[in-house]
């Protein structure tokens, strides 16, 4: 019996190959922002409005279009916003795609600075590190010093916030921790090391600071830590949240001191250092008379 048309050309249509023929089987990726959860095709057509237009459609044929190679991108469209609603902080990401913490966000921003701060030092001559600092008795020099070992009083402060003690330090006989005492001892005590020397007791300190910063609590951070002052601040009482957007740009606050030693660098370093906070602290420390 002799087939239809229909039937013909039916059968003269290329039959499924079975999954064992090598071929890529179509896949479904799942990506997971906050509470929020996108079945994404492994690959899509290419489009000129992906959110809205299906990965693949049926062809005039019967048969499906082959994927295009590229990786759809609607999750770059959809990702922001399912950030926004799930809390997190705007505009910080991990590379694979989730949202930063805010203490993760503190803790890139303080790797951030201090790569660029170790920049900074090394890039200094001999005698650049030994001028004396305006409006200051310590020397370019030991303004590197003093950030290569106050991480550790901060870190303690972090762990007495776990704790649930007071948050503001204490000498071992119970006193006020003075804080301008302790830094003109380690100071002096570093005067003949060398920057390098200095640079690695920061990375040192720097690694132990953070294991103990990123072991705080959502309620951590709303916790209200004194501030018992220093030799040009008043104490005050802020919560811990607010005091480590300020504190993570500890490095640029004190680039500005160094460089009223030396004239033109700021000017090379540019935006780094033009920061509202930075020019905040600028102006609690050093008023102008």
Not at 41 to 53: E, I, N, Q, V
Not at 244 to 255: F, N
């Amino acid at each position: 019996m002799r087939r239809s048309n229909g039937s013909a050309r039916r059968s003269a249509l290329p039959s499924p190959q079975p999954a064992s023929s090598g071929r890529r089987s179509r896949t479904v990726r799942s990506l997971i922002c906050g509470s929020a959860l996108l079945s994404l095709p492994a690959r899509a057509t290419p489009c000129s409005r992906p959110c809205l237009r299906r990965p693949t459609t049926p062809s005039s044929s019967g048969g499906r279009r082959p994927p295009s190679r590229l990786p759809h991108p609607r999750w770059r469209v959809l990702r922001p916003t399912l950030w926004r609603r799930a809390g997190r902080v705007r505009g910080n990401s991990r590379p694979g795609g989730c949202a930063m913490s805010q203490l993760e966000a503190i803790v890139a921003e303080l790797d951030a600075h201090r790569i660029r701060f170790e920049q900074f030092c090394l890039s200094l001559t001999a005698e650049e590190l030994e001028r004396s600092v305006p409006g200051s008795t310590w020397l370019v020099r030991d303004f590197i010093a003093h950030l290569a070992t106050i991480d550790g009083p901060v870190a303690e402060m972090f762990r007495a916030v776990r704790r649930g003690e007071d948050a503001g330090l204490r000498t071992a006989d119970g006193n006020r921790f003075d804080v301008d005492e302790w830094n003109e001892h380690r100071v002096r005590e570093r005067r003949k090391h060398s920057v390098e020397a200095l640079l690695e007791e920061a990375r040192r300190e720097r690694d132990l600071l953070k294991r103990d910063l990123l072991a705080l609590t959502d309620d951590d951070l709303g916790r209200p830590i004194r501030f018992a002052g220093d030799a040009k601040r008043p104490p005050t009482t802020v919560p811990l949240g607010a005091y480590l957007r300020g504190w993570c740009k500890h490095d640029p606050m004190h680039v500005v001191d160094m460089c009223r030693a030396l004239p033109g660098r700021a000017e090379q370093l540019g935006a780094w250092l033009e920061d509202p906070v930075v020019a905040r602290y600028q102006a609690a420390m050093n008023p102008e008379p």
